[in-house]
């Protein structure tokens, strides 16, 4: 019953994070396609369902380009779900994890091209009666998203304490980015310049 209640609050825990951080943005989304992401942060809170174990038993990450590759060999229904795990991971990835994809061997535009392309596949593949309207929204608005997601990711480690506000801050530092400065005010660790009230 615990695990219930904790998965319980954990999507409303995203789901209020969500609608703040979308509203501070001004990103607006259907309430099915808020329900989605809710639902997609929190099976993604448990690392375990965003990497895949390996044979020998580790964890490990596939690369898009080898996931596109099997969703195109694969029926209409499997390559449904690959292309959504594609879309999903990519979403995901560069959303939180986009200090580290900037030194990576490939950077953030690539899982956003990657990822927004895998669900503009599947809105085309499912049935328009069904998702295919929540697939077309987080394709189009993949960037946004991306951006939503990494200010939520700010927000999770400013308050994770000091070794997660230093990692914020040294982000800020490097891209000057507007959102982690908003999220460093915020949180008390910058002074606001004169005449700026909080949010």
């Not at 899982?111 to 392309?117: C, F, K, P, S």
């Not at 599947?122 to 309207?133: R, S």
């Not at 994770?160 to 949180?187: H, N």
């Amino acid at each position: 019953m615990s695990g219930l209640v904790a998965s319980l609050s954990l999507k409303e825990f995203f789901k209020s994070l969500l609608g703040e951080v979308t509203g501070r943005q001004r990103v607006e989304l259907a309430e099915v396609t808020e329900f989605y992401l809710v639902n997609l942060l929190s099976e993604f809170a448990v690392t375990d369902k965003l990497f895949t174990r390996e044979e020998d038993g580790r964890k490990d990450h596939e690369p898009l380009a080898i996931l596109y590759h099997q969703a195109l060999q694969q029926e209409r229904a499997e390559r449904i779900r690959t292309l959504r795990r594609l879309g999903d991971v990519s979403l995901y990835t560069a959303g939180f994890f986009s200090g580290a994809l900037q030194s990576g061997v490939v950077g953030p535009d690539y899982y956003i091209q990657m990822g927004g392309t895998a669900y503009g596949h599947v809105a085309e593949l499912t049935p328009a009666a069904g998702f295919a309207q929540v697939y077309r929204e987080l394709c189009e608005k993949f960037r946004e998203l991306v951006e939503v997601l990494e200010e939520i990711s700010a927000r999770g480690m400013v308050q994770a304490g000091p070794s997660g506000a230093l990692k914020v801050y040294e982000a800020w530092v490097r891209t000057r980015s507007d959102r982690l400065e908003r999220v460093l005010l915020d949180a008390g660790m910058m002074p606001r310049p004169k005449g700026q009230l909080a949010n």
